[in-house]
């Protein structure tokens, strides 16, 4: 027996070997799982590794694409009993890289601080590995990298224990829940000590406990390997009268990302900083009274760092100073604003960008309205001072206000009083009857627009709408539909006012005071009186709110005296779909159904069972809705 496992791992290590002789060599490498694993292989102690197309409780899909990696099986949401597994990658051969980069996409949904997933390399074909990056690492490469630094079963790989772990559920009795990924994750790590390296394997580690593995596990995807991208270098600077402030930007920001920066002003160093930005202000003040300073200026900053080459931004700034006068709008909403830039040292920029104001680039801009604008002064070097920003104002804009009477019963009794505020007095009326005063009388029902003109020749119109009065007043009350029932609103309408009899025209065609039966909808009744002044009125009928419900007991006892006998759910009556498992302590399926109105009476395969805390997890939806998802905890009492 021992011999044979010898040679099984003799002839194992020969065929890994040959095949991972031919290293991968051509960079960037991208590996989205799609066509192939892209041999990447699993392997370890009860390694339950799959590739393919994940359909999970939490991780539902994979991160790009159908196909992706996941512990625990494709579907399952439990990984093995002490499992101590990985994936390994194809050999990479990075003979001709300076600073190896990788990221991917991970989801991670396990028992928080015992279970989860690590990523290591080997330069030795397999024979020692070490972690890619730490917990506390920080990288200017480095994104969502190891979120645990103790996790207590990878330590059958490792010493150092850091790696992703935690999940989306809360603790439940000892399995320890929170720090879950909840979505896809795109972790990325630079890797500058695997630079010139020939043979390089990376590998997935997964570790588990014998208890709480009800988690979907670790899963990963959408592999990706170059040189580390190149940063963000520039630098930033404002210009105020002869004082030029220059600072450096470096994105994004991390301990390794740059190491030293330095400033040169007209090809002089000025300044060094190591590991940091620096602030540097230099006054460029005439040589001498009548003077002119020497422009343009040129500004070059050299960066050096770990993850990424040594780059020189090198650029030219001018000098300007000028002065904003604005005018506002002569009218509330009128456009006929202007503002007006002065240079008062005689260096004028090539380029004016006034905000809001498309196509004006000189140094009047017109046709302004009330508003909030800014303007940038740019030369042919992109060099920019400080926005300057103004603000234009509109004057009180005309308010035509009114008091309105109703003109009642068709006699001609209604009237309109202009209530003017705002521009400025004394005010022009002009009303469509052809009136010029402020108010206007003996008015049937109906609409009358009024312009109003101030004394700076801004006008403003409005209508004015005189109401119908009858006289009557009506009250409407109604019930609405019952819940579960069909045509039970009522609606009664009682009037007030007038000469009776009155006579009642619904638009459902009854013609008494009360309607019964009705369906949902609006209904509208005119009462009308002898004297053949009427008034309408309206009202909706709708239907009851009727919630809908499922309730699942948390205890149940099984002992044959009647009372709380069987498990199962209370529920609304428009519950669609349903489905239901309960298991055991151990994981074992002990009950399952798809019909509601089933119950388990503690019995499995004809035994009953235990007193204990049993998992159920049920699928169901109500009519019209969305399928929802379920779970708790179940106690036998016996």
Same mark, same amino acid.
């Given at each position: 027996?021992? +011999?044979?496992?010898?040679?099984?791992?003799?002839?194992?290590?020969?065929?890994?070997?040959?095949?991972?002789?031919?290293?991968?060599?051509?960079?960037?490498?991208?590996?989205?799982?799609?066509?192939?694993?892209?041999?990447?292989?699993? *392997?370890?102690?009860?390694?339950?590794?799959?590739?393919?197309?994940?359909?999970?409780?939490?991780?539902? &899909?994979?991160?790009?694409?159908?196909?992706?990696?996941?512990?625990?099986?494709?579907?399952?949401?439990?990984?093995?009993?002490?499992?101590?597994?990985?994936?390994?990658?194809?050999?990479?051969?990075?003979?001709?890289? %300076?600073?190896?980069?990788?990221?991917?996409?991970?989801?991670?949904?396990?028992?928080?601080?015992?279970?989860?997933?690590?990523? %290591?390399?080997?330069?030795?074909?397999?024979?020692?590995?070490?972690?890619?990056?730490?917990?506390?690492?920080?990288?200017?490469?480095?994104?969502?990298?190891?979120?645990?630094?103790?996790?207590?079963?990878?330590?059958?790989?490792?010493?150092?224990?850091?790696?992703?772990?935690?999940?989306?559920?809360?603790?439940?009795?000892?399995?320890?829940?929170?720090?879950?990924?909840?979505?896809?994750?795109?972790?990325?790590?630079?890797?500058?000590?695997?630079?010139?390296?020939?043979?390089?394997?990376?590998?997935?580690?997964?570790?588990?406990?014998?208890?709480?593995?009800?988690?979907?596990?670790?899963?990963?995807?959408?592999?990706?390997?170059?040189?580390?991208?190149?940063?963000?270098?520039?630098?930033?600077?404002?210009?105020?009268?002869?004082?030029?402030?220059?600072?450096? %930007?470096?994105?994004?920001?991390?301990?390794?990302?740059?190491?030293?920066?330095? @400033?040169?002003?007209?090809? @002089?160093?000025?300044?060094?900083?190591?590991?940091?930005?620096?602030?540097?202000?230099?006054?460029?003040? +005439?040589?001498?009274?009548?003077?002119?300073?020497?422009?343009?200026?040129?500004? #070059?900053? !050299?960066?050096?760092?770990?993850?990424?080459?040594?780059?020189?931004?090198?650029?030219?700034?001018?000098?300007?100073?000028?002065?904003?006068?604005? &005018?506002?709008?002569?009218? =509330?909403?009128?456009?006929?604003? %202007?503002?007006?830039?002065?240079?008062?040292?005689?260096?004028?920029? !090539?380029?004016?960008?006034?905000?809001?104001?498309?196509?004006?680039?000189?140094?009047?801009?017109?046709?302004?309205?009330? =508003?909030?604008?800014?303007?940038?002064?740019?030369?042919?070097?992109?060099?920019?001072?400080? =926005?300057?920003?103004?603000?234009?104002?509109?004057?009180?804009?005309?308010?035509?206000?009114?008091?309105?009477?109703?003109?009642?019963?068709?006699?001609?009794?209604?009237?309109?009083?202009?209530?003017?505020?705002?521009?400025? =007095?004394?005010?022009?009326?002009?009303?469509?009857?052809?009136?010029?005063?402020?108010?206007?009388?003996? +008015?049937?029902?109906?609409?009358?627009?009024?312009?109003?003109?101030?004394?700076?020749?801004?006008?403003?119109?409005?209508?004015?709408?005189?109401?119908?009065?009858?006289?009557?007043?009506?009250?409407?009350?109604?019930?609405?539909?019952?819940?579960?029932?069909?045509?039970?609103?009522?609606?009664?309408?009682?009037?007030? *006012?007038?000469?009776?009899?009155?006579?009642? #025209?619904?638009?459902?065609? #009854?013609?008494?005071?009360?309607?019964?039966?009705?369906?949902?909808?609006?209904?509208?009744?005119?009462?009308?009186?002898?004297?053949?002044?009427?008034?309408?009125?309206?009202?909706?009928?709708?239907?009851?709110?009727?919630?809908?419900?499922?309730?699942?007991?948390?205890?149940?006892?099984?002992?044959?005296?009647?009372?709380?006998?069987?498990?199962?759910?209370?529920?609304?009556?428009?519950?669609?779909?349903?489905?239901?498992?309960?298991?055991?302590?151990?994981?074992?399926?002990?009950?399952?159904?798809?019909?509601?109105?089933?119950?388990?009476?503690?019995?499995?395969?004809?035994?009953?069972?235990?007193?204990?805390?049993?998992?159920?997890?049920?699928?169901?939806?109500?009519?019209?809705?969305?399928?929802?998802?379920?779970?708790?905890? +179940?106690?036998?009492?016996?």
């Amino acid at each position: 027996m021992i +011999l044979r496992i010898f040679l099984f791992l003799a002839i194992s290590h020969y065929y890994l070997f040959s095949v991972q002789a031919q290293c991968i060599t051509s960079f960037p490498y991208s590996e989205d799982f799609e066509a192939s694993n892209g041999n990447w292989v699993s *392997g370890g102690t009860g390694d339950d590794w799959a590739w393919g197309a994940v359909s999970k409780g939490y991780i539902q &899909t994979a991160a790009s694409g159908s196909n992706c990696w996941v512990t625990g099986g494709l579907t399952n949401s439990f990984y093995n009993l002490g499992e101590l597994s990985y994936v390994q990658s194809p050999c990479f051969d990075f003979s001709g890289m %300076q600073k190896p980069y990788i990221r991917f996409n991970i989801y991670w949904e396990t028992e928080n601080g015992y279970d989860g997933a690590g990523f %290591q390399y080997s330069t030795d074909g397999g024979t020692s590995w070490q972690n890619v990056g730490a917990y506390t690492g920080v990288s200017c490469q480095n994104n969502a990298w190891f979120n645990n630094s103790n996790i207590n079963y990878l330590g059958g790989f490792t010493n150092v224990r850091h790696g992703w772990s935690g999940s989306m559920q809360q603790n439940s009795g000892g399995c320890q829940g929170g720090n879950g990924s909840g979505r896809w994750i795109n972790a990325s790590q630079c890797m500058p000590y695997l630079a010139g390296q020939s043979n390089v394997l990376f590998r997935f580690i997964f570790g588990a406990g014998t208890q709480c593995n009800d988690y979907d596990g670790f899963a990963f995807d959408d592999v990706y390997i170059s040189e580390a991208p190149a940063g963000n270098f520039d630098f930033t600077y404002a210009c105020a009268g002869e004082v030029i402030t220059i600072t450096p %930007q470096i994105q994004p920001i991390g301990y390794d990302c740059y190491d030293s920066t330095f @400033v040169y002003i007209d090809g @002089v160093l000025e300044s060094s900083g190591a590991a940091g930005i620096i602030t540097y202000a230099r006054n460029l003040a +005439l040589p001498s009274p009548g003077m002119s300073p020497t422009f343009p200026h040129t500004i #070059a900053i !050299r960066y050096k760092g770990l993850c990424h080459n040594e780059v020189t931004v090198t650029k030219r700034i001018p000098d300007f100073a000028y002065n904003i006068s604005a &005018t506002s709008p002569t009218c =509330a909403g009128a456009s006929d604003g %202007q503002a007006v830039i002065t240079f008062t040292n005689g260096n004028i920029p !090539r380029n004016i960008t006034w905000s809001s104001v498309p196509g004006q680039q000189n140094d009047t801009a017109y046709n302004l309205h009330a =508003a909030i604008y800014t303007v940038r002064l740019i030369d042919s070097f992109n060099c920019e001072l400080p =926005a300057d920003t103004f603000v234009l104002n509109d004057p009180p804009p005309i308010d035509a206000g009114f008091t309105i009477t109703a003109d009642t019963c068709n006699a001609l009794t209604g009237s309109v009083l202009s209530v003017t505020t705002g521009g400025a =007095a004394p005010y022009q009326y002009n009303w469509s009857n052809g009136s010029t005063t402020s108010a206007i009388t003996a +008015l049937a029902q109906g609409d009358y627009q009024l312009t109003i003109t101030d004394a700076n020749s801004c006008s403003v119109s409005a209508v004015a709408t005189v109401p119908y009065e009858s006289g009557i007043m009506l009250a409407l009350v109604g019930s609405n539909i019952a819940c579960r029932t069909t045509n039970s609103g009522e609606i009664t309408v009682t009037p007030q *006012g007038g000469t009776q009899p009155y006579t009642y #025209a619904w638009s459902n065609a #009854a013609a008494s005071p009360a309607v019964r039966n009705l369906s949902e909808g609006i209904y509208t009744v005119t009462v009308t009186d002898v004297g053949s002044c009427s008034a309408t009125g309206s009202l909706a009928i709708t239907t009851d709110y009727c919630p809908s419900f499922i309730y699942f007991p948390t205890a149940f006892s099984p002992n044959g005296d009647g009372i709380n006998d069987v498990f199962r759910p209370k529920y609304s009556d428009d519950l669609d779909k349903y489905s239901i498992q309960i298991y055991n302590r151990w994981g074992e399926l002990v009950f399952e159904s798809n019909d509601v109105r089933d119950s388990w009476d503690g019995f499995f395969r004809g035994v009953k069972q235990p007193l204990s805390v049993y998992t159920w997890s049920a699928r169901f939806s109500f009519i019209g809705g969305k399928g929802q998802t379920q779970a708790g905890n +179940l106690t036998l009492v016996r």
